[in-house]
């Protein structure tokens, strides 16, 4: 195993895991509606969904992915179309009565969740691809690029968890969240735009 890629590794995942996207506008808008406690479930989830994704890509998807590229193009359209079904869902979600009826994302919602994210095949495909060791040492090399992956991304999840959360403790007019919680949805239709790009 060669730890000395656990550096780099790390630097990769931080900049895909901190940027804008649509796991990080869910967890911001989840945060604010239902708080941090309430949010656990669905950070988690996220981590956990892109390492059994890795695994996958790492046993040999990626190369069906070189063969067959139409695959990655149905995956483009399910996630903006679920992103879209997602947005709506936040916008009606800001109101009130309905927000106090809703649930947050689970645990496995959101590990699924991964397999229609492009952003997320797009980080795993790559990362397999760039910091995996053929030969030998590739099983030790991914069990290094998984680990490395859900450690960095936690906290990286956490931030945007913690900025809804923090929105939600400053914000105390109804009016105020409501904007927001709206203003919110319309970013997550329109990180569906970045697939396309």
């Known amino acids: 195993m060669n730890l000395a890629l656990a550096?780099?590794?790390?630097?990769?995942?931080?900049?895909?895991?901190?940027?804008?996207?649509?796991n990080n506008m869910m967890l911001t808008t989840s945060g604010l509606i239902f708080g941090i406690r309430r949010t656990l479930p669905h950070m988690l989830g996220i981590p956990t969904g892109c390492a059994v994704q890795m695994a996958i890509v790492g046993a040999g998807l990626g190369a069906v992915f070189a063969v067959e590229p139409r695959i990655q193009l149905v995956i483009k359209i399910a996630g903006t179309l679920y992103l879209f079904w997602l947005a709506?869902?936040?916008?009606?979600?800001?109101?009130?009565?309905?927000?106090?009826?809703?649930?947050?994302?689970?645990?496995?919602?959101?590990?699924?969740?991964?397999?229609?994210?492009?952003?997320?095949?797009?980080?795993v495909v790559t990362a397999v691809a760039a910091y995996t060791t053929p030969g030998p040492n590739y099983v030790a090399s991914l069990v290094l690029l998984i680990t490395v992956f859900v450690i960095v991304m936690l906290p990286c999840s956490a931030t945007w968890l913690g900025f809804g959360a923090g929105l939600r403790q400053i914000l105390t007019e109804e009016k105020w969240l409501i904007a927001i919680n709206r203003g919110l949805a319309v970013l997550t239709a329109l990180t569906a735009l970045i697939f396309w790009l």
Request: glycine share 2%.
């Open 88 to 123: 709506r869902k936040l916008w009606r979600a800001a109101d009130m009565p309905e927000a106090k009826a809703a649930e947050p994302i689970s645990f496995f919602q959101a590990a699924l969740f991964q397999f229609a994210n492009p952003k997320a095949w797009v980080m």
């Open 7 to 22: 550096a780099p590794i790390a630097l990769y995942v931080f900049v895909m895991a901190i940027t804008p996207g649509p």
